[in-house]
């Protein structure tokens, strides 16, 4: 109700002026009545009136497809066109070639009644090779208008395997490496870059139009923070991670634009991991879904946000982001919590990947997240639908 009044007495100021210090006495003092301050309101007005409603759960048996097993998907992307979906496995090469598959998911009104597998195709790099044993950590794909696939490498320090964001086609074929700021990148000293295996977990691209030749946006986000951000390894800091904006152009190479910092929400009592696995920018540019997975006594978890780039700080300029934000005058990111996956009644497993895809009979989007079984018996390939609209 004060929401609507608020909006009928900001119509009049462009009338009558005077009624604009009306109308800020007013709602500021409904407010205050209300024990809702204008700060607070304001926060509200930044996100979409989003709603996220559960469908339901499919399980992918754990099987051999063409000589491949089907297993560590961690991330899915949709072909709308097309109507299909790449499906990117975490396997590093070890028990078949780093390799993603095509395919359809047979959605009957609210449930997934199937996902049919149709295809393999095996990364290879520049020299037109798959890619050798250990030498790759596939973990984010996106489906970008140039028919092509964005994928990131997450990065293993430890393994020796480099983190990489690249544009493959749709036969596997490296076509271009985007540059990552030497700040991401390890050295000898271990003071800097990504740690070990929470690199570029999660990749989404921001698309506003359909046409091949026109450029789109292209973010990625570490799993955790840089070494050089939380060099204590205190949990406050190791809950700061930093997102990449890259403009992808046809003409000339893609260009970093910006760098934004996302907090972590603080991980459950026992957690032993957690992170951020997946980004997925929503058609209004400037707005972003965000999974936060954790792993500890109680099994998995997961949160689901509504992320706003809004007045967040430009911290591309910021090599060592230590110590108080406050102090350092960064604003971050503005997050809001739309689902907690731990109230659906269900067990999850390691969710890591997340897209949009059809429409739902009622017209809204549907949603749907996957999990990395980690290639484990005891664990499983999960699928979960839900409904995302405006409401």
């Keep these: 109700m004060i929401d609507r009044f608020y909006k009928r007495l900001t119509a009049e ?8 210090l009306i109308a800020s006495l007013i709602v500021t003092f409904s407010l205050g009545a209300c024990g ?20 339901g759960e499919y399980q992918l048996p754990q099987a051999d497809y063409q000589g491949t097993r089907v297993g560590g ?5 949709y072909d709308r066109a097309n109507n299909r979906f ?13 390799r993603f598959y095509r395919a359809s998911l047979q959605i009957n009104g609210e449930k997934i009644e199937k996902v049919n597998l149709e295809a393999v195709t095996f ?12 030498s790759i950590d596939p973990e984010g794909i996106a489906f970008s208008p140039r028919q092509t696939l964005f994928i990131s490498s997450e990065g ?25 700021p030497n700040r991401f990148l390890p050295d000898d000293t271990n003071q800097k870059g990504i740690q070990d295996n929470l690199g570029f977990e999660s990749l989404t691209l921001g698309i506003t139009s359909t046409l091949k030749d026109d450029p789109f946006r292209l973010f990625t986000a570490t799993e955790s923070a840089l070494i050089q951000d939380s060099p204590t390894g205190k949990r406050a800091e190791n809950l700061r991670v930093r997102l990449l904006h890259y403009v992808i152009d046809p003409i000339g190479a893609p260009v970093l634009v910006s760098e934004q910092l996302y907090v972590l929400d603080e991980p459950p009592s026992g ?13 209004k540019e400037g707005y972003f879904l965000s999974l936060e997975r954790t792993f500890g006594l109680e099994g998995f978890g997961a949160k689901l946000f509504q992320v706003v780039n809004g007045s967040a ?9 230590p110590g108080e934000l406050e102090a350092l005058q960064v604003q971050p990111l503005r997050k809001k919590l739309l689902l907690d996956l731990g109230t659906l009644g269900i067990d999850l497993d390691n969710l890591e990947g997340m897209t949009l895809g059809p429409r739902l009979a009622d017209g809204s989007r549907s949603l749907i997240l996957v999990s990395d079984d980690n290639f484990n018996p005891n664990q499983v390939n999960q699928f979960l639908l839900f409904r995302l609209k405006e409401k």
């Design 73 to 77: 998907l961690s991330a899915i992307t």
């Design 313 to 321: 700080t430009d911290t591309s300029k910021i090599a060592r982001i």
């Design 123 to 134: 990364l290879k790099d520049g020299k037109g090779e798959t890619f050798k044993k250990g």
């Design 156 to 180: 293993a320090v430890k393994q020796g395997i480099a983190p990489f964001i690249a544009e493959f086609d749709l036969q596997g074929q490296l076509k271009e490496s985007l540059l990552i």
């Design 86 to 98: 790449y499906l990117l496995s975490d396997d590093r090469s070890q028990k078949a070639p780093a």
């Design 271 to 283: 957690a032993r991991y957690y992170g951020l696995t997946e980004l997925l920018a929503l058609e």
């Design 13 to 20: 100021n462009l009338r009558f002026p005077i009624l604009g």
């Design 36 to 55: 809702v301050s204008p700060q607070v309101l304001a926060e509200q007005r930044m996100f979409l009136p989003l709603s996220v409603e559960f469908l």
